[in-house]
C-alpha cells in the first residue's frame, strides 16, 4: 500500500523552513527520500533505518517514527534549489530493498 | 563515475504496437530496478533484478510487458502490445547491493507517448 504524504503542496519564500511528513500503514525496515525536479529523475537525500538515528543533509534533515510508521523531512532555511516533488520511498521488513513510493509533495520556493 | 544511461530518451508510439527501453546501470551496481512514473504521481516499481536473477516482478503487467538482464549488466524492458494507459516515463535504476541501505540511483528517464 502507497505511503500518504502531507502536505501535498506548499510555496514558503526563501529562508522559510518546511517540513513533509510520510506516513505508511505497514512495519517499515527503512524510509528513502528523494527530491525530483520538474522533467529529471529523482535524486537521492537521504536513508532512514530501523533502529537509526536521524540524518542529516547539509540543511535538510529527518526523522524516522518506528512505531508510528512515520517519517518527516525538515527543509531548514530553504533555498530556491529546495523546489522540486519530494518522495518518500518506504521499504517494508523482508522485501529486499523494494520501496513504494508515496503520493509526493511539490514544494516551492519563491523569492 | 558514469550515471545511469537509458535511451531512448523520447519514444512516440500508436496502441498496439511494440516499444523496448534499454538501460546500462552505473558499473559494478548489482541490483537494476525498472520503474514506470504516470504524471503527477510517484514512481512505482515494475522489476527488480539482482544480477541477471528477478527478484520481484509482482506488478509487472506480464501478458504485455516484459524485462531482461542478460549478464547481469545492461537491461531491456519491453511492451508489447502497448495500451493508452501505458503513457509514462519510464525510469531505470541501479543501487550496489540489495540491502535497504543502499541509495538507487536513477537514469533520465524514457517519456512514452502512446496515441
Known amino acids: 500500500q502507497q505511503p500518504v504524504q502531507s502536505p501535498q503542496a506548499v510555496i514558503l519564500r526563501e529562508g522559510e523552513d518546511a517540513v513533509i511528513n510520510c506516513s505508511s500503514s505497514?512495519?517499515?525496515?527503512?524510509v528513502h527520500w528523494y527530491r525530483q525536479k520538474h522533467g529529471e529523475a529523482p535524486v537521492f537525500l537521504m536513508i532512514?533505518?530501523?533502529?537509526?538515528e536521524q540524518k542529516g543533509h547539509e540543511k535538510i534533515s529527518a526523522s524516522f517514527n518506528e512505531k508510528k510508521q512515520q517519517s518527516s523531512l525538515y527543509l531548514t532555511a530553504s533555498q530556491l534549489s529546495y523546489s522540486g516533488t519530494y518522495f518518500c520511498?518506504?521499504?517494508?521488513?523482508?522485501?529486499?530493498?523494494?520501496?513504494?513510493f508515496g503520493t509526493g509533495t511539490r514544494l516551492q520556493v519563491t523569492l | 563515475e558514469a550515471g545511469v544511461a537509458q535511451s531512448p530518451r523520447y519514444k512516440i508510439i500508436e496502441k498496439r504496437q511494440s516499444v523496448a527501453f534499454w538501460c546500462n546501470p552505473i558499473?559494478?551496481?548489482?541490483?537494476l530496478y525498472w520503474y514506470q512514473q504516470i504524471l503527477g504521481q510517484g514512481p512505482k516499481l515494475l522489476i527488480q533484478?539482482?544480477?541477471?536473477?528477478?527478484?520481484?516482478d509482482s506488478q509487472l503487467p506480464k501478458d504485455r510487458f516484459s524485462a531482461e538482464r542478460l549478464k547481469g549488466v545492461d537491461s531491456t524492458l519491453k511492451i508489447q502490445p502497448a495500451k493508452l494507459e501505458d503513457s509514462a516515463v519510464y525510469l531505470c535504476?541501479?543501487?550496489?547491493?540489495?540491502?535497504?541501505?543502499?541509495?538507487?540511483?536513477f537514469g533520465p528517464g524514457t517519456r512514452l507517448t502512446v496515441l
Open positions: 535504476a541501479s543501487s550496489p547491493g540489495i540491502a535497504g541501505y543502499n541509495e538507487q540511483f
Open positions: 505497514k512495519a517499515l525496515y527503512s
Open positions: 532512514l533505518l530501523k533502529g537509526g
Open positions: 520511498g518506504t521499504e517494508k521488513s523482508g522485501t529486499a530493498s523494494k520501496l513504494t
Open positions: 558499473s559494478g551496481h548489482a541490483t
Open positions: 533484478f539482482q544480477n541477471n536473477g528477478v527478484v520481484d
